[in-house]
């Protein structure tokens, strides 16, 4: 449980898009680009490379859109899983879907971990806030390379497919940002 191969491929590398149809590179040396998320005040943005189980923290400013000063926040167990996709709640906590350990962890802004939820689906992939006061988790599994037993949510080695809404933890989300790209003609 929580234990999958490996493999590192060539890394790639993290961008920004820009309205106007120009692109920024963030970061490279990315492996496995996954969960993003900015802080309550906008000068803080997150983001996950699972593959080497890392949270990173960039300065964001949010007049500009430049990101700099990337640094490592939150780095997952090897015994645990990869942290996967993310959200940032109005409080400044991160929550984390962590894939192969079934469950989502709220991080503070710190990086320590500040609750852990069990879910029965192995492969949680992502979470966002939601309901009418965005006060409801929501969190999203997934079934990929399993096998017909590890389908069945019945199951306890249940891998995913099942989507989650947690409520009554009394945290609130926070709206996040839309994208309104005008990619210019080509």
């Not at 962590?98 to 989502?104: F, Q, R, T």
């Not at 992502?126 to 988790?137: E, I, Q, T």
Request: net charge negative; proline share 6%.
């Amino acid at each position: 449980r929580g234990r999958y191969a490996v493999q590192f491929v060539h890394a790639g590398k993290l961008y920004r898009f820009d309205p106007d149809g120009s692109v920024e590179v963030i970061a490279e040396d990315v492996i496995c680009s996954n969960g993003m998320g900015f802080s309550p005040d906008d000068r803080t943005f997150y983001h996950t490379d699972a593959l080497r189980r890392t949270v990173y923290v960039h300065d964001y400013d949010p007049a500009t859109g430049h990101v700099e000063n990337r640094r490592p926040l939150i780095q997952v167990a090897d015994d645990l899983g990869f942290p996967d996709g993310m959200t940032v709640d109005s409080e400044g906590f991160i929550w984390n879907a962590i894939w192969g350990a079934g469950c989502v962890i709220r991080f503070d802004p710190e990086g320590k971990e500040e609750r852990r939820i069990r879910l029965p689906a192995r492969q949680t992939s992502s979470v966002m806030s939601g309901g009418p006061d965005l006060n409801d988790l929501y969190v999203t599994s997934a079934s990929i390379e399993a096998a017909p037993d590890e389908l069945d949510p019945e199951r306890e080695n249940y891998r995913g497919g099942s989507l989650y809404r947690v409520r009554g933890l009394g945290v609130k989300g926070q709206e996040e940002f839309e994208s309104n790209f005008a990619w210019p003609k080509r």
